[in-house]
């Protein structure tokens, strides 16, 4: 069956519905060239924003010294190589591309005293960081002989199949930093030891610091030194004085406190010397010194306190040191004087009985005896101030050889009957042999004195009922001539013991010793190439004075 062709079915109008879906066809190509022209347009924004981002990126890469490159694991080389990290390691990035073509080579630019570190930390991120980010600092030596420091950031670039076996490496110039690094920490260290020196400064000197807040009445801070004198930690006074009055009350000397309440207040003092009681119960002397912090209207102030104690004690040793010095310089004169009374006294009972014994006179034997008594003791009298006298002079400037058993007899002479008088034994073991030893008689005499001094005040303040001294002269078995003074005095406190040939030490009270007896004796033995040794023993202390026994030429040798 054929259709039939009707009037519509025109050439014309076949024509025509071709051209109309011709046009359709290109406005249809017209909005995709459209569509594809605006997602140009977006693309090509987009890219001109990523590249002027990575412009930016770069640069700020650049300025903080940080350069990457992506390190290929199977070709053992860099496949990408920023111009920063060429530029760190002195070179271009064609250069560095064509100078480190592998491991080794990289290795070989880094310091000798770092590759065992540097292929440590190279193992170490292969086998355990594949997943994490890792840092190695190390040192390069560049191509010009320069040394850098660099951080080195690794880590595996991810992949959606199989093991990735590409890194990303990013590696920073720390050199500056580690430059200030070490002058931080050398500037730390450098604090730190004078902070040492400071507070080993403070602490010699008794010298502490604290901040006093003037609006709340207390404390802010007080150094370790601060507390140490009052005998507490910083913690401890910190909470034990909380304000004002309980530091006052329980820490200055009643004598003082009216005089301290009235310094606080006062705007014109900025310093005090003040009694303290320590935490032991001792009575203590302190200098307090303010000074407020910044302008006047600071609530604040720095106040330091130094203990004086020592230095107080030292100036009373002097004062009564300078009094002994005056009563010695008056003995002399006073020697002197005594001695025209005594040669008169003397004189008459010699005459009286002279006269008695040729019968001019009749004189009963009971007068006799008392007479012949007033003449022995002027004579023991006068020999005693002579005696006194020969021990004020100066030594001779060059020593000399003498028997010590005669510095023994001469300090004797002087304390024998005072220790006699004081009911005290005195147990003489001398050797009957000279001993002779090199230096001054009469600066030993003064050494011996002191010890003899010392053993009588032991003595005399110790309850035991036995009161014994002991004076040894002899020569042990090294041929050294050893004088010894020991004491039933109950001996020296073991804290003491090491301390007593230190000037102003005493353990006695300041009317009684000087503290320089000991010290001075000290100087003379050791200027005698000597040594005094101190020791405690059983119910006293025993005092030896050690020098090298001399033989002279003129004597033979005899035992002792």
């Known amino acids: 069956m054929t259709s ?80 920063v990290l060429a530029r760190i390691h002195g070179m271009d990035a064609k250069e560095y591309m064509n100078r ?75 050199s500056e930093v580690k430059y200030y690094e070490t002058e931080l920490q050398l500037s730390r260290e450098c604090l730190e030891e004078r902070e040492q020196l ?25 150094t370790e030194e601060w507390a140490q004198i009052f005998g507490y930690t910083s913690s401890e006074f910190l909470e034990k004085f909380s304000d004002l009055e309980s530091d006052v009350n329980t820490l200055v000397h009643p004598s003082d406190r009216e005089r301290y ?7 014109g003092e900025a310093e005090i010397e003040y009694r303290f009681i320590h935490r032991n119960g001792d009575t203590r002397h302190a200098i307090q010194r303010y000074q407020v912090h910044g302008v006047v209207e600071s609530e604040t102030a720095l106040v330091t306190i130094q203990d004086i104690t020592e230095r107080k004690k030292s100036e009373e040793q002097l004062i009564q040191s300078s ?43 009971f007068i006799i005896k008392r007479l012949e008594r007033i003449k022995d003791q002027a004579e023991r009298a006068s020999s005693i101030i002579d005696h006194m006298r020969m021990f004020g002079r100066d030594a001779k400037d060059d020593f000399y050889e003498f028997d010590a058993r005669e510095a023994i007899e001469g300090a004797m002479e002087l304390m024998g009957e005072q220790l006699k008088l004081s009911d005290i034994e005195v147990c003489s073991e001398i050797c009957d042999a000279s001993l002779f030893i090199m230096g001054h ?49 109950g001996g020296i406190p073991e804290e003491a013991l090491a301390r007593i040939f230190e000037p102003f030490y005493t353990t006695k009270s300041i009317s009684e010793g000087t503290g320089l007896g000991l010290s001075v004796s000290y100087g003379i033995v050791q200027a005698m190439k000597g040594q005094i040794l101190a020791k405690n023993i059983a119910d006293g202390t025993q005092m030896d004075l050690i020098f090298p026994y001399m033989q002279p030429s003129s004597l033979v040798p005899s035992k002792c």
């Open 198 to 222: 400071l507070s080993m400064s403070a602490t010699l000197a008794n010298l502490g610091c604290a901040v006093w807040n003037y609006s709340e009445s207390k404390y802010d801070s007080v």
């Open 323 to 365: 009094k002994l010095i005056t009563l010695g310089e008056m003995s002399t004169g006073v020697a002197h004087e005594l001695n025209q009374p005594l040669a008169a006294i003397h004189l008459s009972a010699e005459n009286v009985l002279r006269r008695a014994s040729s019968d001019l006179i009749d004189v009963p034997p």
């Open 441 to 489: 008689q009469i600066q030993l005499e003064q050494v011996l004195l002191n010890l003899l001094s010392n053993a009588f005040y032991a003595v005399n303040h110790n309850s035991a009922k036995n009161k014994r001294i002991t004076v040894v002269g002899r020569k042990n078995n090294r041929r050294e001539v050893v004088l010894s003074i020991a004491d039933s005095g």
């Open 4 to 83: 039939k062709k009707t009037a519509n079915d025109s050439p014309e109008k076949s024509q025509f519905c071709d051209l109309n879906a011709a046009e359709e066809r290109i406005n249809i190509l017209e909005d995709i060239v459209h569509q594809q022209e605006e997602k140009l347009a977006v693309a090509k924004s987009s890219l001109e924003k990523a590249t002027k981002k990575i412009e930016q990126f770069e640069q700020t890469l650049s300025i903080a010294g940080l350069g990457y490159a992506i390190w290929d694991t199977q070709l053992d080389r860099d496949v990408t190589v920023s111009e």
């Open 100 to 174: 480190i073509s592998s491991m080794e080579a990289y290795v070989a630019l880094v310091a000798p005293v770092d590759r065992e570190k540097y292929i440590e930390y190279e193992n170490t991120f292969s086998a355990h960081y594949k997943n994490k980010t890792h840092f190695c600092d190390y040192r390069i030596n560049t191509p010009g002989g320069g040394t850098r420091y660099v951080r080195q950031t690794s880590r595996l670039i991810p992949v959606t199949s199989g093991e990735p076996n590409q890194e990303l490496v990013t590696i920073q110039d720390i």
């Open 261 to 267: 309440f009235d310094y606080y207040e006062s705007e």
